[in-house]
């Protein structure tokens, strides 16, 4: 089945690419996470808004790839990644 390209803004490009990355490194890397050490000013609120659009994408997309629900189990370290609720 062909998948028909979806075209971004900008501004989701920005959001989404570090996000792809995180994502992509976490999973590769085999961590169970991230250390995220926030001091409230401006860079921290970039790095905050990066990984939750990378949270907002893995949970848009467990129900439709097999290959991420099992990638997601194996970091959150869970049984069945359909439980979490969207």
């Known amino acids: 089945q062909s998948i028909s390209p979806r075209y971004l803004s900008p501004e989701e490009e920005i959001g ?3 996000a792809c ?3 992509d ?3 590769r890397s085999g961590a169970s996470g991230f250390l995220l ?3 409230g000013g401006a860079d921290s609120a970039s790095v905050a808004a990066i990984v939750g659009c990378m949270c907002q994408m893995i949970m848009e997309n467990i ?3 097999a ?3 099992k990638d997601v189990e194996r970091v959150c370290n869970i ?3 359909s439980l ?3």
């Open 84 to 86: 979490i609720q969207t």
């Open 21 to 23: 990355w995180l994502w």
């Open 79 to 81: 049984e069945d990644a």
């Open 67 to 69: 290959g991420l629900k």
């Open 16 to 18: 989404r690419g570090p």
């Open 63 to 65: 129900p439709i790839d």
């Open 25 to 27: 490194y976490l999973r």
């Open 37 to 39: 050490p926030l001091s």
